[in-house]
């Protein structure tokens, strides 16, 4: 299958559906980080008509349509107006709208939980996501993620484990993700794809369109 990554500079899911035989290209306004010749730097929506036959859109710009954020949008944070605030929040829009519909099968766009500002701005054809953990996929961290999805089925657990409860010792590990300290690299850790995760969706997704494909030609 022809498959079109967006929005990821670690390559994690990339490498996953890649490792499963599929022509496979990530891309991003940055650079990849491990390198990859198989990596395109730019918008996304630049190369939405090249013929993909899935995509997944991984991490999106979210700050502005995330239910956490949403308070930004009314008292905006230092050295930001509210005009920007909401010019950044109808960009978001636009990018995810453009990829949820694009001319392409089986789509997976990644996002948190919206606020309903942008809600309300999203297509008339957007489900509700699915929301996954990386618990189900056998990686010890909480982190609800959503992802909306059209042509492909939900993800179903793979290896899930038994997070611990609230005040247990392994808890705060367990929350990590939420605990990253401040600093200019804390949006990589918080967006980085789970490996359980992405071998879930190479294996549930890509097994997907292959088997749609066999139909198709038959």
């Not at 953990?133 to 042509?151: D, H, I, S």
């Not at 789970?194 to 088997?211: K, L, M, P, R, T």
Request: net charge neutral; glycine share 6%; proline share 10%.
């Amino acid at each position: 299958m022809n498959i079109l990554i967006a929005c990821e500079t670690s390559g994690v899911m990339r490498r996953a559906f890649a490792a499963r035989g599929h022509d496979v290209w990530s891309c991003d306004l940055l650079a990849a980080e491990d390198g990859s010749n198989r990596h395109i730097r730019g918008d996304v929506r630049d190369i939405l008509d090249d013929g993909w036959d899935l995509m997944a859109v991984l991490h999106p710009p979210c700050t502005r349509l995330c239910n956490s954020g949403v308070r930004w949008l009314h008292t905006p944070p230092p050295g930001k107006t509210r005009d920007q605030m909401w010019a950044e929040l109808a960009e978001g829009v636009d990018l995810f709208a453009a990829c949820w519909n694009a001319p392409i099968p089986r789509v997976a766009v990644e996002n948190p939980v919206m606020h309903k500002h942008a809600r309300d701005r999203m297509p008339a054809s957007l489900p509700k996501p699915q929301i996954v953990q990386p618990w189900w996929f056998g990686e010890p961290f909480f982190k609800a993620t959503g992802f909306y999805l059209r042509g492909l089925p939900e993800l179903t657990p793979t290896n899930r484990l038994t997070p611990p409860k609230p005040g247990a010792d392994d808890h705060k590990a367990w929350s990590a993700i939420h605990r990253a300290p401040p600093g200019p690299d804390r949006w990589k850790v918080r967006s980085r794809t789970f490996q359980g995760v992405a071998e879930a969706c190479a294996d549930q997704w890509g097994n997907e369109a292959v088997s749609a494909a066999k139909v198709v030609a038959t």
